[in-house]
C-alpha cells in the first residue's frame, strides 16, 4: 500500500512538473480585427516577428468592423483592431475599450466592370459615381455586414443622396460576408463594388473588374488598435495585448506593416502618432 501511494505521488508530482513548463510558455491572445487586415495576407507576414520577439501567440479573429467590437463588449477578444473610427469611439466612449492608438492606414476604391454601364471609370468624386450607379441601376455588391466598409459605403450613398435599400431586389445586392466573398460575388456579377485597396491588390479573380473611382479624400481608410477594457471583463491579458499593441506602433512594428507589398505594391501605411 505505502509503494502503491509513493508511486502514485511520484506521478503526481511529475504530471505537474511536466505541466508547468507547458502553462509558463502558453502566452497567447484574441485579437477581433477585420476581414481586410486577415484576407489581405497582412497578419500572416507580422505576427510571426511579433510572436517571435515576444512569445506571445495571437489567433485571429477575422469579421467585419461591427461584429468585431462586439466581440470585444463580449469580452471575447483581448484586443480588437479595425478601421471605423465612429465605431470606435462609441466603443471606448462606452467604457468597452482603453487606449485606442493610431496604426496605419490605406484608402477604398470603387471597383467596376470594364464595360461601366454608370460611365464613372476616372473620376474622383465617390458620391457622385454612387449616384451614377443608382441611376442607372446597374448592379452594385454590398457587404452588408457592418463592417468599416460596409459603414463607408453607406456614408457616401447618404453623400450621394440615395438609399441603396430602395435598390435592393434590382441592382443593390447585399451578401452579408467578407470583403473577399463579396468581391467573388461582384465578378461573377460584373458589378461595383467599393473595397479596401489592400484586398483589392491581394485579390486574385478579378475577371472583368477594375478600379473605377479612386483619390477622393473621403476615402481615406484608418485603422486603430484598441485594449478590451479589464475593468468590464477582468480575464482580459492586459499586458499581453499592450504588448502586442505596444508593438504594432513601435519602429519595428509600423516598418512591418511598411514591408508587405503585393506585386511591389504597399497594402498599408504606418500612421502610429507617438
Not at 10 to 23: C, D, I, K, N, T
Not at 143 to 154: K, N, P, V
Not at 240 to 247: K, L
Amino acid at each position: 500500500m505505502a509503494l502503491n501511494r509513493r508511486s502514485l505521488l511520484a506521478a503526481a508530482f511529475a504530471m505537474v512538473a511536466f505541466a508547468l513548463p507547458l502553462s509558463a510558455q502558453d502566452k497567447s491572445i484574441v485579437v477581433a480585427s477585420t476581414t481586410s487586415t486577415e484576407q489581405s495576407g497582412l497578419f500572416g507576414h507580422i505576427l510571426p516577428t511579433f510572436t517571435k520577439k515576444t512569445g506571445i501567440a495571437v489567433k485571429v479573429v477575422a469579421l467585419g468592423t461591427g461584429q468585431a467590437l462586439d466581440v470585444g463588449r463580449r469580452g471575447d477578444a483581448d484586443v480588437v483592431f479595425v478601421h471605423d473610427r465612429a465605431a470606435e469611439d462609441k466603443f471606448v466612449a462606452e467604457g468597452y475599450g482603453v487606449d485606442r492608438r493610431d496604426v496605419m492606414y490605406n484608402d477604398f476604391v470603387l471597383i467596376g466592370p470594364k464595360s461601366d454601364p454608370a460611365k464613372v471609370a476616372g473620376t474622383k468624386d465617390v458620391a457622385a459615381a454612387l449616384k451614377a450607379v443608382a441611376a442607372a441601376k446597374a448592379p452594385f455588391v454590398s457587404r452588408g455586414d457592418r463592417s468599416g466598409t460596409h459603414a463607408a459605403e453607406l456614408r457616401y450613398f447618404k453623400d450621394a443622396g440615395v438609399d441603396p435599400n430602395e435598390g435592393k431586389g434590382t441592382w443593390y445586392r447585399e451578401t452579408g460576408s467578407g470583403m473577399g466573398p463579396a468581391l467573388n460575388t461582384a465578378s461573377s456579377m460584373n458589378a461595383y463594388i467599393l473595397v479596401d485597396r489592400g484586398t483589392w491588390l491581394s485579390f486574385k479573380n478579378r475577371g472583368e473588374l477594375s478600379i473605377v473611382v479612386e483619390g477622393d479624400r473621403k476615402m481615406f481608410n484608418p485603422y486603430g488598435v484598441i485594449l478590451v477594457n479589464p475593468a468590464k471583463h477582468a480575464h482580459v491579458k492586459q499586458a499581453e495585448g499592450r504588448a502586442f499593441m505596444d508593438w504594432l506602433v513601435s519602429a519595428e512594428g509600423q516598418a512591418a506593416i511598411a514591408s508587405y507589398k503585393v506585386g511591389g505594391e504597399q497594402l498599408f501605411f504606418p500612421d502610429a502618432r507617438h
